[in-house]
């Protein structure tokens, strides 16, 4: 086992010693059905229902995201951030007048500012400006012993600088959204997250510059680290942007050089003929691009390479989609236009009982899934949100996709809010009653709960593909400029930009 962005990766999964065969195949009757769409009205409503999931779940009181939906066992600050992303894009689609989701963005931006910061272990919401991963629907607390998170913190920026942006009118709700925005900005002290500061050396080779993944107030005197930092391609990119433009504490643009991008070229290599940075779940493409147009900027790495990260991102879209296409491992129900691997619940059963096509096979519960040259995690298991979140970067693939999912799997894959989390057409073992998720025993498992890290992505960039909305607005964010610029970025969009 290894661990890579903080998120546990388990080897390929297809082993078991005592095993039982699965049930003969089955000749599949049809799924329920849902009436065809052109592209074009397919897209608004997927859009439209998407940013319904976090208009009608976030607390409107507490600004508090659920994590997940609609179990909800508590709020996600990264899901807050996908919330205020979506509001801004709900009102330019006319689904919430400007003026509705301008109060409920001041609303929300007004308890992020007031919640409790402080070194306490309970009855704080975060610390040094920094933010809990998971806060208590009740209070908005802190979570058990979660992890004081900085790309979760990082996420929820993206969401209040979009909103900063977003809202440039000359009133005095818009106002004080950029007010607001500003301070809970200026308030994250990137210093401290810096592993420099901390009392261990760096665990993973980036040298004492990189910044930590997060901090626990419980361990030791004066808290503790962990042993993981931001470094080697990842999610991480915007953690660095913003950590190096803050106007108030910002960190060096060593942090760049000799954390996230000391060891760059490990990352590169080619996978179904796609040759980039390799990271196995679409999330990692995807997250830092929502809120940042990389399209024709690059760094020192990447003019090196002679793409940029948006085309980076559309090569592993396009090696996902091949894998998939392949089917090495003879999954059931993967396919050219059935495809996509992130970080998504499953099936949750791994007592190796289970053959499917032959094979024995372990069902997984959360993971994070993912396919590269370095190394394959799949149980059968396909993420709607990794086709969704990469729709900017290659539409010709993506929206089909989406489009053969809902006509496959029918409503119980595509209803209410878009896409339920994941499925697994693998999954025909109704035997076992699965608590995540629905057992059909020819269509096999969906899941019970959307997700709102996996819901965001998709949103976030149809919109971008459909109009470049979030791209457009967070071009104009001086503290995005400004980070960019600090690293080395240069080109296209960012020269003509100013970073005041």
């Given at each position: 086992m290894s661990f890579r962005s903080g998120v546990l990766f388990l080897p390929l999964i297809a082993l078991a010693t005592a095993c039982t065969p699965g049930p003969a195949p089955t000749a599949a009757a049809p799924a329920p059905t849902l009436a065809p769409m052109t592209e074009a009205a397919f897209s608004e409503e997927l859009t439209e229902r998407t940013f319904r999931?976090?208009?009608?779940?976030?607390?409107?009181?507490?600004?508090?995201?659920?994590?997940?939906?609609?179990?909800?066992?508590?709020?996600?600050i990264a899901a807050t951030g996908f919330a205020l992303t979506a509001y801004g894009i709900g009102a330019e689609r006319g689904y919430v007048t400007r003026a509705e989701a301008a109060e409920r963005t001041r609303d929300c931006l007004r308890f992020y500012w007031t919640a409790p910061q402080g070194p306490a272990l309970t009855g704080m919401a975060g610390h040094k400006g920094f933010f809990y991963h998971f806060l208590n629907n009740e209070d908005g607390t802190r979570r058990g012993k979660t992890e004081l998170s900085t790309v979760d913190t990082s996420l929820l920026l993206g969401g209040v600088l979009f909103a900063q942006s977003y809202y440039d009118a000359d009133t005095p709700v818009e106002a004080e959204i950029r007010d607001l925005a500003e301070k809970i900005y200026a308030r994250v002290d990137w210093t401290f997250v810096q592993r420099e500061n901390s009392r261990i050396p760096s665990a993973n080779g980036g040298g004492q510059k990189a910044i930590a993944m997060g901090w626990y107030p419980e361990r030791g005197e004066g808290g503790d680290f962990g042993t993981h930092d931001w470094v080697g391609y990842n999610e991480g990119?915007?953690?660095?942007?913003?950590?190096?433009?803050?106007?108030?504490?910002?960190?060096?643009?060593?942090?760049?050089?000799?954390?996230?991008?000391?060891?760059?070229?490990?990352?590169?290599?080619s996978y179904y003929g796609q040759e980039h940075l390799q990271f196995e779940p679409m999330f990692g493409h995807q997250y830092s691009h929502v809120w940042v147009d990389f399209r024709g900027i690059r760094d020192d790495f990447m003019r090196g390479k002679g793409i940029d990260y948006f085309e980076n991102s559309r090569r592993a879209t396009l090696a996902q989609r091949a894998y998939g296409t392949d089917n090495p491992n003879k999954w059931s129900g993967y396919s050219a236009d059935i495809w996509g691997w992130t970080a998504s619940d499953g099936p949750g059963y791994s007592k190796g009982k289970y053959s499917v096509n032959g094979t024995p096979r372990s069902f997984?519960?959360?993971?994070?899934?993912?396919?590269?040259?370095?190394?394959?995690?799949?149980?059968?298991?396909?993420?709607?949100?990794?086709?969704?979140?990469?729709?900017?970067?290659?539409?010709?693939?993506?929206?089909?996709?989406?489009?053969?999912?809902?006509?496959?799997?029918?409503?119980?894959?595509?209803?209410?809010?878009?896409?339920?989390?994941?499925?697994?057409?693998?999954?025909?073992?109704?035997?076992?009653?699965?608590?995540?998720?629905?057992?059909?025993?020819v269509h096999g498992w969906v899941a019970n709960d959307y997700l709102g890290i996996d819901q965001g992505p998709i949103l976030a960039m149809i919109e971008n593909h459909r109009s470049g909305l979030v791209w457009k607005v967070m071009?104009?964010?001086?503290?995005?400029?400004?980070?960019?610029?600090?690293?080395?970025?240069?080109?296209?969009?960012?020269?003509?930009?100013?970073?005041?």
């Open positions: 999931y976090f208009w009608d779940t976030t607390d409107t009181e507490k600004c508090l995201a659920p994590d997940r939906w609609p179990s909800n066992p508590f709020s996600s990119m915007l953690v660095y942007i913003l950590a190096l433009g803050s106007p108030t504490h910002p960190v060096g643009k060593d942090a760049w050089d000799k954390g996230w991008a000391a060891d760059l070229e490990k990352d590169w290599g997984n519960g959360y993971m994070a899934r993912g396919v590269s040259a370095v190394r394959v995690v799949d149980d059968g298991t396909i993420v709607p949100t990794a086709a969704g979140g990469s729709v900017a970067f290659a539409p010709e693939v993506a929206i089909p996709a989406l489009m053969a999912m809902r006509a496959q799997y029918g409503p119980r894959l595509y209803t209410r809010y878009g896409f339920k989390d994941a499925f697994n057409p693998s999954f025909t073992f109704s035997d076992f009653g699965s608590k995540s998720g629905a057992v059909d025993p071009r104009k964010n001086p503290h995005i400029v400004r980070g960019l610029k600090r690293i080395g970025f240069t080109g296209g969009w960012l020269d003509r930009a100013r970073p005041e």
